[in-house]
C-alpha cells in the first residue's frame, strides 16, 4: 500500500487512537507498526478474529493488566553469559503469568459455550514455557524478590541473618536497660549503616561509649555508633550477606538457563500477549465507534462492489465519541494527541451530535463515482471517509458503519487529495496532480481505488475537465475504482451519460441553504459558490455583480439545480421517515413476540405443575383414581382455553382470534393440513372414517380421533409427523404407544417409566411397549418393572396380528 495515500487518509491517525487503548508499551507499538493487509483470505483471518475477541470479550468480561515490555531481556539473552537480574526475571514472570490467565480465559470461556475457534488455535500455538513458569513461580514472589524456598542454601543463610537480627535486637535492649543510655540515642532502635547493625547516637555523647563511629547525618546532630559488643556480630553478618549473594546468584544462573532453554516458548508466549493486547484494543476502538453509532468490521469480498452503509469518518467518530475535537484518552499521556480530519470540508461534517452517517454505494458494474455540489457540502470528507474506512477494513480494523456494509479487495489505494503545490521545487497544484498520477499509473490495474480531489482544477476549465473524463475512462478501462469529487459541469454530465459511473450530489437545506451532509444519487449539484461567499461575509455589491455576469453569460441553472435539490431533499426524508417507522414497528414486534413467549411459557408451568401435583396425590392416597381424572380433565380444560386464547406453541395466532367454519368429513383426505379448533393445534389428517364421521388427526407427534366439526380447513402443505410415542383417543378407550426397541435394558425402562407417567396425566387406560421379540432379554427386564409399578393393573403380550410377543399391552390403574 502506498504510503503517501495512508498519509493523506491520516490512517496514522486511526492507528494513534488504536495505540491509545493499548494496556502495555509494547502493545502500543505493534498498534502502530498495522498496516493494510495484501492478501484476502489475511483480511477474512483478520476479521473472523476481530469477530471472535469481541465475542470472547463480552462472554467472559476478562480484561488485561499493563505488563512491561520484554525486548530488552531478549536482546540481553543473545549473549551467552549474561546472568538476568532480579528485575528482569519478575518482569518475565508478570509477562508469563498474565498469558497464562489470558489462555485459561480463552479456553474456559470455549468450554462454557462459547465458540472461538480462532483464538483457541492462535493460543494453541504459543505454548506457555512450563519449566520457566513453574521456576519464575517457585523463586521470585508477588513484589519482585527472591523467595527463601529458591534454594536450601539459600533458605539456611538467610536463616541465620534473621538470628544474627534477633539477637542483635536483644543485645542492644540488654545493653541500653543495663547501662541506661537510652536518654543517649536519637531513636530506640538500631538501624544499618554500610550494612552494619549501628545504633543512632546523639553526637554529642559520642565520647561516653567504646565503639566504631560509621557516619553522620546530614544535619550532624546523629552518628551511626557500632558498639564494641556488636562488631563480631557484624562481621558474622558481612560473612552471611556474601554467602546470601552467591546463593542469590545462582539462583539467578539457574533461572536465566531455564529462560534461554525455552527461549522460543517464551518468545511465543510474549507476541501472544502483545497480540491480544492489540485486539482487546480493536475491541475498544469498535466500542468507541458504537458510542456515537453504529459499527463493526466491514465485509471485504473479491469482485463485490461498494456498499457503505451509515459511514462516518472514524476521525470524527471518535471525536464525537468524547466529546470533543480530537485527543486520544489519557491511559497514555507520551503519545501526542491527533486531531480531526484536515480537509476543506472536515470540520463541519457534522453537527454537536456527532458525524452524520452518510451512504456511500456503487451499483453492480458500476467502477466509478463522481460527487458533485457546494462548497463545504462535504465531498471531500465524503472522499476520505470512503478512502479511511478501505484501509481500516484492510487491516482488520473496526469501522463506524451499519451492518451489511461491503467492499470489494483493494491491493491498492491511491488518494490524491489536497494542494500539494511547492514554490521550492516549482511545482504548481496541477504539476503535482499529474506528477502524483503519472508515478502511480502503471500500478493502476483490478483491484485498485483511485480517489480524486478535484483533479485538474487548477489548469483552464475546458482543458481540465476533458482531461478528468479521460483519466475517469482509462481508470475503469484498466478495471480499478475510481471515486471523484468535481465542479465541472462537463464531468458532471459524462457521470450522468456513463452506466459505469454513478453521479451523486452532496444535499443543501433548500431554505438556509447549508449543508445536510447527505449524499442524493444519480443527480448533480450546484457548486453553490455565490451562497458560500455570501456566508462567509463577502460584500452584497460583489455578490450582486457576480449574479450579473451569469445571467449575461447565459450558465445560470442555479433554479434548475435548486430544484433537484429540495426533491432530493424531500425523498431523504421520506425514506428517513420510513426507516424510523420500520425501525418502531421491529421493537413493537420483537416485544410482541417476547411478551407471547413469556405469557405461553408460564400458562404451560402452570398447568404441568397442577398436573404434577394432582398425580403425586393419587400416588399417595390422598384421592382417588376417579378423582384424580376428573382434576386432570379440568387441568387440560384450562390448558385447551388458554392456548386456544393465546395461540399456538409455536407463535401463531389461536383459533379464538380467527374462527374458522367446520369441514365435512366427506371433503376431508389423507395428508391434508387442519387445525383442531378446541385445542387450536396445527395438525395433519392421517385416516378418514366416513362412517362414523370422526377422523384421525395428529398433533405434534401425538395421533388421536377427532369430530369434523372440530376441524377446520388449514391453509398449508400436508406434513408428515413422526414421534417415538404415539397416541390414539376415542369415546371409550385411550392408549399410548411407546417404541423401546434398540436400547438398552436400563434405558428402556427409564423411557418406560416417563411414558406410563405421561399417560397418566393424560388420562390414558393403557399403554403398547414394542419391545420386538430378540432373544426375549428386553421383554423379561420390561415385565419384571412392570409387575412392580403401582399405577399398572395388568399386563400382557398382544396378540399376534397387533405384534405378538414383540408388543406388551399394559392395562392402567
Known amino acids: 500500500m502506498e504510503s503517501r495515500s495512508l498519509q493523506v487518509l491520516e490512517f496514522g491517525k486511526v492507528l494513534t487512537h488504536l495505540a491509545g487503548l493499548c494496556v502495555s508499551e509494547a502493545g502500543a507499538e505493534a498498534a502502530l507498526a498495522v498496516r493494510p493487509l495484501t492478501g484476502i483470505d489475511a483480511v477474512h483471518h483478520a476479521a473472523a478474529l476481530f469477530d471472535e475477541a469481541r465475542r470472547w470479550a463480552g462472554h467472559t468480561g476478562f480484561r488485561l493488566s499493563s505488563f512491561p515490555p520484554l525486548d530488552g531481556v531478549f536482546r540481553a539473552l543473545d549473549a551467552p553469559a549474561t546472568v538476568l537480574d532480579l528485575d528482569a526475571l519478575w518482569a518475565l514472570r508478570q509477562t508469563l503469568g498474565l498469558t497464562r490467565k489470558l489462555a485459561v480465559s ?38 519482585g524478590l527472591l523467595r527463601d524456598e529458591s534454594s536450601p542454601e539459600l533458605s539456611l543463610v538467610r536463616g541465620e541473618i534473621r538470628r544474627i537480627h534477633q539477637q542483635c ?37 559520642k565520647g561516653r561509649l567504646q565503639g566504631i563511629i560509621h557516619d553522620y547525618s546530614q544535619t550532624g546532630e546523629t552518628c551511626y555508633f557500632e558498639p564494641m559488643f556488636l562488631v563480631e556480630l557484624n562481621n558474622g553478618l558481612q560473612e552471611l550477606k556474601r554467602e546470601e549473594r552467591e546463593e542469590e546468584r545462582k539462583v539467578l544462573r539457574y533461572l536465566t538457563d531455564l529462560v534461554r532453554d525455552e527461549l522460543a516458548a517464551v518468545r511465543g508466549a510474549y507476541n501472544l500477549l502483545v497480540e491480544g493486547d492489540v485486539l482487546c484494543a480493536r475491541c475498544a476502538l469498535s466500542a468507541r465507534f458504537e458510542e456515537s453509532g453504529d459499527a463493526g468490521a466491514v465485509s471485504v469480498t473479491e469482485g463485490g462492489h461498494v456498499s457503505l452503509l451509515g459511514a462516518r469518518h472514524p476521525l470524527l467518530a471518535l471525536a464525537a465519541a468524547r466529546g470533543d475535537k480530537g485527543g486520544v484518552p489519557a491511559c497514555r499521556p507520551a503519545q501526542a494527541a491527533p486531531s480531526a480530519p484536515r480537509g476543506k470540508s472536515a470540520a463541519g461534517h457534522g453537527s454537536s451530535h456527532g458525524p452524520q452517517a452518510v451512504d456511500i454505494e456503487l451499483l453492480p458494474g458500476q467502477l466509478g463515482l463522481v460527487i458533485s455540489g457546494g462548497n ?50 516549482n511545482v504548481s497544484t496541477f504539476t503535482a496532480q499529474i506528477r502524483h498520477l503519472s508515478g502511480v499509473w502503471d500500478r493502476l490495474g483490478s483491484g485498485a481505488l483511485v480517489i480524486l480531489d478535484e483533479f485538474g482544477a487548477g489548469t483552464d476549465p475546458a482543458q481540465g475537465a476533458a482531461l478528468a473524463q479521460a483519466v475517469l475512462d482509462e481508470v475503469m478501462d484498466a478495471g480499478s475504482t475510481v471515486v471523484a469529487a468535481t465542479h465541472f459541469p462537463a464531468l458532471k454530465a459524462y457521470a450522468l451519460t456513463r452506466d459505469t459511473v454513478r453521479a451523486a450530489s452532496v444535499l443543501f437545506d433548500p431554505v438556509t441553504k447549508r449543508p445536510l451532509f447527505r449524499l442524493a444519487y444519480d443527480q448533480v449539484g450546484a457548486s453553490q459558490a455565490l451562497d458560500v461567499a455570501r456566508e462567509h461575509g ?119 382470534d380467527a374462527p374458522q367454519p367446520a369441514l365435512q368429513v366427506e371433503t376431508l383426505r389423507t395428508g ?49 409427523v413422526v414421534g417415538a410415542v404415539t397416541r390414539t383417543i376415542s369415546d371409550a378407550t385411550a392408549s399410548m404407544r411407546v417404541d423401546l426397541r434398540g436400547m438398552r435394558a436400563d434405558v428402556a425402562v427409564s423411557e418406560l417409566s416417563r411414558a406410563l407417567d405421561k399417560a397418566l396425566l393424560a388420562g390414558m387406560s393403557a399403554v403398547e411397549a414394542i419391545h420386538g421379540r430378540g432373544t426375549g432379554a428386553l421383554r423379561k ?28 399391552v399394559i392395562e392402567l390403574k
Open 781 to 808: 427386564e420390561i415385565h419384571a418393572f412392570l409387575k412392580s409399578f403401582p399405577a399398572v393393573r395388568s399386563f400382557a403380550l398382544a396378540p399376534e396380528d397387533q405384534g405378538g410377543d414383540g408388543v406388551t
Open 106 to 143: 480463552i479456553r474456559e470461556g470455549q468450554s462454557t459455550g462459547g465458540r472461538w475457534e480462532l483464538l483457541t488455535a492462535l493460543v494453541d500455538g504459543h505454548p506457555l514455557p512450563q519449566r520457566t513458569v513453574s521456576g519464575l513461580d517457585r523463586c521470585v514472589s508477588d513484589d
Open 376 to 425: 463545504a457540502g462535504g465531498k471531500t470528507v465524503c472522499l476520505k471517509t470512503l478512502g479511511l474506512i478501505a484501509l481500516m477494513g484492510l487491516a482488520g480494523l473496526p469501522v463506524p458503519v451499519r451492518p451489511g456494509s461491503s467492499l470489494p479487495f483493494w491491493s491498492d489505494i491511491f488518494a490524491f487529495i489536497g494542494d500539494e503545490q511547492s514554490l521550492e521545487d
Open 538 to 656: 463577502l460584500p452584497e455589491a460583489v455578490l450582486r455583480r457576480a449574479e450579473q455576469y451569469l445571467l449575461l453569460d447565459g450558465e445560470d441553472t442555479s433554479a434548475l439545480v435548486d430544484r433537484l435539490n429540495t426533491l432530493a431533499v424531500q425523498r431523504e426524508a421520506e425514506i428517513s421517515s420510513l426507516r424510523a417507522e420500520e425501525a418502531r414497528l421491529r421493537d413493537k414486534r420483537t416485544k410482541l413476540d417476547e411478551r407471547f413467549e413469556r405469557e405461553r411459557r408460564t400458562l404451560f408451568e402452570t398447568v404441568q405443575g397442577q398436573a404434577k401435583t394432582v398425580l403425586h396425590e393419587w400416588k399417595s392416597g390422598k384421592v382417588s383414581h376417579k378423582q384424580a381424572l376428573k382434576a386432570l380433565a379440568e387441568t387440560r380444560a384450562r390448558l385447551v382455553s388458554g392456548a386456544a386464547g393465546n395461540g399456538d406453541a409455536d407463535g401463531t395466532p389461536g383459533s379464538a
Open 672 to 720: 391434508q393440513a387442519v387445525r383442531y379448533v378446541p385445542w387450536g393445534k396445527k395438525g395433519t389428517v392421517v385416516e378418514v372414517d366416513a362412517r362414523r364421521g370422526r377422523v384421525r388427526v395428529g398433533l405434534s407427534g401425538v395421533t388421536m380421533w377427532a369430530e369434523a366439526k372440530d376441524l377446520a380447513a388449514l391453509d398449508e402443505k400436508p406434513r408428515v
Open 169 to 205: 535486637t536483644r543485645k542492644v535492649k540488654e545493653y541500653a536497660q543495663r547501662y541506661n543510655i537510652a536518654h543517649y540515642l536519637q531513636d530506640e532502635f538500631m538501624t544499618l549503616s554500610s550494612d552494619r547493625y549501628v545504633l543512632p547516637l546523639k553526637s554529642n555523647f
